[in-house]
């Protein structure tokens, strides 16, 4: 539940759905790559764009849940 599934724009163009790399690191840090140089963009490893919507399916469903117990 805490990881936040997002829709972005790609600079070479077209879009991609998947995960902010400095938000993951905080939930599976051994999931992001960080480089040694701070210039450098850290990278999503093991993650697919699948994995992220079923990540969203996953919370959308558990918010579901939670508000019929309620």
Do not use: C, H
């Not at 992001?32 to 994995?51: A, F, L, N, Q």
């Amino acid at each position: 539940m805490a990881l936040n599934p997002v829709s972005f724009d790609l600079k070479a163009g077209g879009s991609n759905i998947g995960f902010i790399a400095d938000e993951m690191l905080e939930v599976y840090p051994d999931s992001v790559d960080v480089p040694e140089d701070p210039d450098e963009m850290k990278s999503i490893g093991g993650w697919s764009r699948t994995d992220s919507r079923l990540v969203k399916a996953i919370q959308e469903l558990t918010a579901r849940l939670e508000a019929l117990e309620a």
